[in-house]
């Protein structure tokens, strides 16, 4: 079976995806945006978002030319094996991850006030909001990285034919193809990076000043970082989130393209009809797992009093079940029955594989994904052993608080480590390199309604804080609290679920770098090049951190001062706070003459001065550490290609162990806040003040952990992979050539 015509479907699904989106758009759009001052606080939250992202992409624009002709240039001029048109890929790569962005975050700020609106219906009502914004996210990242890889392979395919039937050239049209991916992993860095430093610099000022000095509740309008803490929502784990998997999703899909391209002679030679399939299986994967997803949209429902967890569960299981079985039936179609002998990718000996070992990798890639999610809940979740210690320590400071959210984050890396590393052995047991590429694949497969699981969590986060800002009660809170309880869960496993994918992808994209070096990159820790590759890519990953983190503190710092400014000189504040923390003590609503004072405060805020510094902060802070990951993989590669091969593993290794340890610790800490706030004075009496407190300084620990450098180490270790699949056939060029 020639599955040739498969490569024209691939825009055609795209648009179906895009389309998709833009209905469940106009849905929420529809909805009831609820009361004047509801309306007001979305239009300023919707205003700060788009004008961050309007800086920050008139900035990456900037950066995306230059390497656009930096890439058309060298490749013209040093390298055979591509060609100047590497830098359309990049550029169209990079134009695709910016758009799914701006989609994806135009909706949610549209969601947010409709799904608190929406709570004071029911559950059900503001569950079907929020997800149905977090799905345009998810659709719009999958669509628009399906569409502009289709188009491109469509177009270069008939520019160069004998791609269809020749092995080198279908190797030349990948080695084109690949600027897509780097210019998805581009904008991912710079959104992941500036996304995370402005949300976390908004919420540790928000958190430190409003919750631990004045007392006052979270997102309370009183506190003038309110809003820029949940445009922070937005841009970092909306538009970051969906830029980072964007990322991985194109370069699961590349990676494992240029990996079959290779198995073409053996096929070939095994005359079992199956041709290139080893390139398109990857597609028709990505496909059926599209549809899928679109399946599961419809699974996701709750009632009243029910859990939302269990709706947004059956639809995710849903769609995998669904993927798997018709993976299984593409697979089995595509490669006819009976033993194929597959040419060695590096090391030019053969092997025999069966066409349920393709299966079984894709299998283990998406059983891997999910038990690295469950486990990363179990960490993470309030009422699980691993936050109840944290909540057991708080009880004597903040010193064993943060303490032993370190521990719990450390103890977590030991799992989700061996569950990836099995996941790994059985795809290279069963289908070799290529398998551990079809895992990252397979895991990838139902991105689409992955990500609006996860995009619904700022989302649902966003509308507590309208809730809470336009003070529509308790019980309206209390729905969007149950709602923003469930969105923790799903973004804590949304990270977990980044990271292994993240661990896969770069794995299969330095198997497609050792690929285009023919065999001549020996990765030996003997050899002292690979030694100080090793080592390089270990601390990398701790540097990259260090960066984001400090960030975040210097950002965080002018964030405190201002809120303690206008705290101090905005005369209406101080009464206002004075009687919005003495209800708060109490656990109880304002009183008549408390609401009155609070009311007269009501927009005396500067929100605007906040947004600010966390966008110039943001905007500042992220280009040195893009510069960085794209620079020391060239100038590595440059001196030893041996010494390259070190650094990927490196960087593969210590970036997975130490974004796990930071994402679920930060995870922890934030959930064991939230559980102690809920049990209250009830149950910790004269204890709550103090565990409270604590709790809150572990969280703004673990803020910049779990939302800025963490997750940042996924782009990391994904974009030196990509960087180096690259600037491949150049290396070999200058070395061997």
Known sequence: MQPVYLIYLVPLFAVVALFYAYIRAAWVRRQDEGTDRMKQIGGWIADGAMAFLSREYRVLAVFVVAVAILLGVTNYYVSEDTNAFIALSFVLGACCSALAGYFGMKTATAANTRTASAARKGLNEALQVAFAGGSVMGLSVVGLALGGLGLLFIF???????????????????????GFSLGASSIALFARVGGGIYTKAADVGADLVGKVEAGIPEDHPLNPATIADNVGDNVGDVAGMGADLFESYIGAIIASMILGAAWFTGLEAAEKGAGMNGVYLPMAIMLIGLVASIVGFFMVRTKEGGNPQAGLNRGTFGAGILMVVGTVFAIKMMFPAGAVTVVGLISGTEATYEWWGLAIAVVAGLAAG??????????????????????????TGAATTVIQGIAVGMNSTTFPVLVISAAILLAYRFAGLYGIALAAVGMLSTLAIQLATDAYGPIADNAGGVAEMAQLGRDIRSRTDKLDAVGNTTAAIGKGFAIASAALTALALTAAFLTKMHGQVNIDAANPYVL?????????????????????GRAAQDMIQEVRRQFRDIPELRPALDAAQKAESEEREPTAEEAAIISAADGKAEYTQCIEIATAAAIKKMIVPGVIAVLVPVVVGLISVDMLGGLLIGVTISGVCLAIFQSNAGGAWDNSKKQVKDEGHAKWGDDFDEMHKATVTGDTVGDPFKDTSGPSLNILIKLISVVAMIIAPILYAIHFG
């Open 370 to 395: 999910i038990g690295v999610g469950v486990l990363t809940e179990f960490y993470t979740a309030t009422n699980k052993a691993p936050v109840e210690t944290i909540i057991e320590a708080s009880k």
């Open 532 to 552: 100080v590759g090793l080592l390089i890519g270990c601390m990398l990953p701790f540097r990259f951190s260090a960066m984001a983190m400090v960030a975040v």
């Open 156 to 178: 270069y395919t008939r520019l160069y034919p004998e791609a269809l039937t020749s092995e080198s050239a279908m190797v030349f049209v990948l080695n084109i193809l690949s």
